[in-house]
């Protein structure tokens, strides 16, 4: 019952959360709509192999393990390749910063990339968002996509990322670099037009780019606060994996396995957005979310009585 309705009841569930997030935290969601962009993969344990060894009758098969190697040995290449792209998920997460509430999130087999699917959610993002992400997040096509899209980005870029000055396409300041690889030049496509902001962690210089090339629309300052908020992702990754147990799912198949990440983040997404509230009416610090003493309670509230 719960796979037939899956897609209709998550839809209809992830608009009201986001709808209560902008009515109920509205002084945090007016702060800026700063989301961003990490992923993680968690492991999925099958049982399948559990099932064929309680089959196995001791006393007629004796040697399990010469049992065990036989079979894995018959198996085909595309078999053992199909086992290890569905033993793993692979999900892209997008954090809102202001609130450390998640927004959306895509999820596919381990040989995923998360650049793809945050293209997949552009459309799912509020008009003209800032999306902070890091290295990795990197290129000319999937910057435009955002630019396209009417959003903005900030990104750390490594040495694997060539940005010209002086092109003399725009006009600009010092800090005015462009993107305009060989093979796009080729098709007389457009350089990207952006901005390279130099940030210092305490140890070494860290590079950022931005879309937004206009100072008074986001500062220097403001670009460092935002990356570093960017962080605060991994209290959430920690949350879900730890707090709510699920480093490893339980499911047995893919697609209960999928439905099963869904509602476990749909979960998180409820109770964190109930301890926010909370906190904002007690007129308490609602960044001090911590999701974990509530869903404790909840357990307790669920777990059967024993008496006498």
């Known amino acids: ?30 702060v800026g709509v700063f989301l961003s962009v990490l992923s993680m993969d968690l492991v999925l344990k099958f049982r399948e192999q559990n099932r064929i060894n309680r089959r196995i009758q001791p006393g007629k098969n004796r040697n399990v393990k010469e049992l065990k190697r036989r079979k894995a ?45 945050l293209q997949e959610m552009l459309s799912e ?19 435009k996509s955002i630019i396209d899209a009417k959003h903005d980005f900030l990104i750390r870029i490594g040495a694997n990322v060539k940005l010209i000055k002086q092109l003399g396409y725009a006009r600009g300041n010092g800090s005015t670099v462009y993107l305009w690889p060989d093979r796009t030049a080729r098709k007389n ?6 901005r390279l902001i130099v940030i210092h962690n305490g140890r070494h210089p860290v590079y950022l780019v931005t879309s937004i090339t206009y100072k008074k629309k986001l500062s220097d300052k403001q670009a460092r606060v935002i990356y570093q908020y960017r962080w605060g992702i991994e209290v959430i990754f920690r949350t ?34 109930l301890v926010q509230r909370e906190l904002v009416q007690s007129g308490e610090d609602p960044s001090q979310l911590s999701p974990a003493r509530p869903i404790h309670l909840q357990r307790l509230k669920n777990e059967p009585q024993l008496s006498g």
């Open 73 to 117: 040995k018959k198996q085909s290449a595309e078999s053992i390749e199909k086992k290890t792209a569905t033993t793993q998920i692979w999900l892209t997460l997008l954090w809102h910063v202001s609130t450390g509430l998640p927004w959306a999130w895509k999820s596919g087999p381990s040989d995923s990339s998360e650049r793809p699917h």
């Open 240 to 273: 879900f994996k730890q707090t709510v147990g699920r480093h490893k799912l339980r499911s047995h198949n893919a697609e209960n396995a999928k439905m099963e990440l869904d509602w476990s983040l749909l979960a998180l997404w409820m109770i964190s957005l």
């Open 1 to 30: 019952m719960l796979k037939k309705w899956q897609t209709r009841l998550t839809v209809a569930i992830v608009a009201e959360m986001r709808l209560r997030m902008q009515e109920e935290l509205a002084n945090q969601y007016l």
């Open 125 to 143: 993002l509020p008009d003209h968002s800032l999306i902070t992400a890091d290295a990795g997040f990197v290129g000319y096509d999937f910057w």
């Open 189 to 194: 496509e457009p350089p990207l037009v952006l």
